[in-house]
């Protein structure tokens, strides 16, 4: 999901979601939230005691700091066997250093997606899709027309939109209307029982759906779909957060660079680029330090594999053939840091919390109960000594979590636009969780 102005009526719902969490959010330390499924259980994050110590050193050595630029790979690396590849090779490989990888076609093997949604031939199985989805209202964006740095979007049938990507693909990949492109379409939102896809062990500890699941009133969980030629603009995704992208069918071409390589191809305004490819760039003039931005690390990805996209790299996707994806949005403790302060940030340019949570869709009152949702939880697996909490994270992955909220909440607590938040009816306030996590935190490490 890219970072940008949002229709209206979608910052509305999710403001009116956010304003529900004080009078709606019940949950506590003495009982369990009720998650929502949506899709298969995931098999449990393993983060073993090595692993949980090679983050918390990782960590520690920041400084209460978030990872620098650091040097951008020649390439990015290609994970191919399933079962030699661990949560903890992911961890030191990927998660810690923030770096791109992509997985072969081995790991989405038994998706049901890919058995249902294409043909033997390799494409979008359009029949099927009408019989399942036909009569569902899906977001469609047009890629001819830009909206700032975005595209405009309206709403239509699922079948009116596979009628116009048939009549695209008989006319040449042309049409009147532009090209088209179905995004951000919640279907595991709306279908909670269909067998979609597993969640990889990998991306199992996400926080961002997690707290949403609790709301059950939302999540960052998209299906995108859209004919050879359909792409999505220059963007990060929302909340600095990772993101993971399979192809159900279909190839993609990916265009990425590391965090403040985008810095270097803003114009002279401070605008970033609409689209990375064009020849605008060249102009040095209106983009007058174009030239000291590396080239981009291309991916092309193939019906099948996943790419993994770390916090904060700016990134652009063209869709090579007829394309359906599913992408997740998901926020943890190795990329929270980098949450924090992108909503520091986007407070120090807009100077006005109303302002900044119509941008960004959250503010600070809210980034509390978001951390407090987790944090309930996790403090729930660290007390009762539980072998796996409901959404099957052992018992050193809920101390790591705990380890870096207690980090950020400080940060926050000690934060003087948090200061001025009425608090009084929070539950429980503030500085008392930060204490219930910092007592939690230091019980794992006592000898």
Same mark, same amino acid.
């Not at 992911?90 to 076609?105: K, M």
């Not at 399942?132 to 209202?137: I, K, N, Q």
């Given at each position: 999901?890219?970072?940008?102005?949002?229709?209206?009526?979608?910052?509305?719902?999710?403001?009116?979601?956010?304003?529900?969490?004080?009078?709606?959010?019940?949950?506590?330390?003495?009982?369990?939230? $009720?998650?929502?499924?949506?899709?298969?259980? %995931?098999?449990?994050?393993?983060?073993?005691?090595?692993?949980?110590?090679?983050?918390?050193?990782?960590?520690?050595?920041?400084?209460?700091?978030?990872?620098?630029?650091?040097?951008?790979?020649?390439?990015?690396?290609?994970?191919?066997? +399933?079962?030699?590849?661990? *949560?903890?090779?992911?961890?030191?490989?990927?998660?810690? +250093?923030?770096? +791109?990888?992509?997985?072969?076609?081995?790991?989405?093997?038994?998706?049901?997606?890919?058995?249902?949604?294409?043909?033997? =031939?390799?494409?979008?199985?359009?029949?099927?899709?009408?019989?399942?989805?036909? !009569?569902?209202?899906? %977001? /469609?964006?047009?890629?001819?027309?830009?909206?700032?740095?975005?595209?405009?979007?309206?709403?239509?049938?699922?079948?009116?939109?596979?009628?116009?990507?048939?009549?695209?693909?008989?006319?040449?990949?042309?049409?009147?209307?532009?090209?088209?492109?179905?995004?951000?379409?919640?279907?595991?939102?709306?279908?909670?029982? #269909?067998?979609?896809?597993?969640?990889?062990?990998?991306?199992?500890?996400?926080?961002?759906? #997690?707290? &949403?699941?609790?709301?059950?009133?939302?999540?960052?969980?998209?299906?995108?779909?859209?004919?050879?030629?359909?792409?999505?603009?220059?963007?990060?995704?929302?909340?600095?957060?990772?993101? &993971?992208?399979?192809?159900?069918?279909?190839?993609?071409?990916?265009?990425?660079?590391? %965090?403040?390589?985008?810095?270097?191809?803003?114009?002279?305004?401070?605008?970033?680029? *609409? !689209?990375?490819?064009?020849?605008?760039?060249?102009?040095?003039?209106?983009?007058?330090?174009?030239?000291?931005?590396?080239? +981009?690390?291309?991916?092309?990805? $193939?019906?099948? $594999?996943?790419?993994?996209?770390?916090?904060?790299?700016? @990134?652009?996707?063209?869709?090579?053939? !007829?394309?359906?994806?599913?992408?997740?949005? &998901?926020?943890?403790?190795?990329?929270? =840091?980098?949450?924090?302060?992108?909503?520091?940030?986007?407070?120090?340019?807009?100077?006005?919390?109303?302002?900044?949570?119509?941008?960004?869709?959250?503010?600070?009152?809210?980034?509390?109960?978001?951390?407090?949702?987790?944090?309930?939880?996790?403090?729930?697996?660290?007390?009762?000594?539980?072998? #796996? !909490?409901?959404?099957?994270?052992?018992? #050193?992955?809920?101390?790591?979590?705990?380890?870096?909220?207690?980090?950020?909440?400080?940060?926050?607590?000690? @934060?003087?636009?948090?200061?001025?938040?009425?608090?009084?009816?929070?539950?429980?306030?503030?500085?008392?969780?930060?204490?219930?996590?910092?007592?939690? /935190?230091? =019980?794992?490490?006592?000898?």
């Amino acid at each position: 999901m890219r970072v940008g102005p949002k229709p209206q009526a979608l910052v509305q719902r999710k403001r009116g979601a956010l304003c529900l969490l004080v009078s709606r959010l019940v949950l506590t330390v003495s009982a369990p939230a $009720e998650v929502r499924r949506r899709v298969l259980r %995931p098999v449990p994050s393993w983060m073993d005691r090595e692993t949980l110590a090679l983050a918390d050193r990782h960590f520690r050595g920041l400084g209460g700091g978030v990872p620098g630029i650091g040097q951008a790979p020649g390439r990015v690396a290609f994970v191919s066997e +399933p079962g030699a590849f661990s *949560y903890a090779d992911f961890v030191r490989g990927f998660l810690l +250093p923030n770096l +791109p990888c992509v997985f072969s076609s081995a790991f989405t093997q038994g998706w049901g997606s890919r058995r249902r949604w294409v043909t033997p =031939a390799g494409r979008p199985d359009f029949d099927h899709l009408l019989r399942t989805y036909g !009569d569902v209202v899906v %977001p /469609v964006a047009n890629c001819g027309v830009q909206e700032y740095n975005s595209n405009p979007k309206e709403h239509m049938p699922l079948r009116d939109y596979i009628t116009y990507w048939k009549e695209y693909i008989e006319g040449g990949y042309s049409s009147p209307r532009g090209c088209l492109y179905l995004k951000d379409w919640h279907l595991c939102r709306d279908f909670p029982v #269909e067998d979609v896809f597993t969640l990889p062990v990998y991306f199992s500890s996400d926080w961002l759906n #997690e707290f &949403w699941d609790a709301l059950d009133v939302d999540d960052y969980r998209f299906v995108y779909a859209g004919p050879a030629g359909s792409w999505s603009p220059f963007h990060a995704d929302i909340f600095r957060s990772f993101s &993971w992208s399979v192809n159900v069918c279909g190839r993609k071409k990916w265009l990425l660079f590391p %965090p403040g390589q985008e810095e270097a191809l803003r114009d002279r305004h401070g605008n970033l680029p *609409y !689209d990375v490819t064009s020849p605008a760039l060249c102009d040095t003039h209106l983009h007058p330090r174009s030239q000291l931005a590396g080239p +981009p690390l291309e991916i092309t990805q $193939e019906a099948g $594999e996943m790419v993994f996209v770390p916090s904060g790299w700016h @990134h652009q996707v063209h869709n090579l053939d !007829d394309t359906i994806s599913i992408n997740h949005n &998901w926020v943890n403790g190795f990329n929270l =840091a980098n949450m924090w302060r992108f909503l520091q940030q986007e407070l120090c340019a807009v100077q006005e919390e109303v302002i900044m949570r119509s941008c960004s869709g959250i503010n600070f009152e809210d980034f509390y109960h978001f951390l407090k949702v987790i944090a309930e939880k996790r403090l729930l697996v660290l007390r009762e000594a539980a072998a #796996e !909490d409901s959404a099957g994270l052992g018992f #050193e992955q809920a101390a790591f979590d705990a380890g870096r909220i207690t980090e950020v909440l400080a940060s926050l607590v000690a @934060h003087p636009n948090f200061q001025r938040v009425d608090t009084s009816a929070f539950s429980p306030q503030p500085k008392e969780l930060l204490q219930q996590l910092r007592e939690a /935190v230091d =019980a794992t490490v006592a000898p």
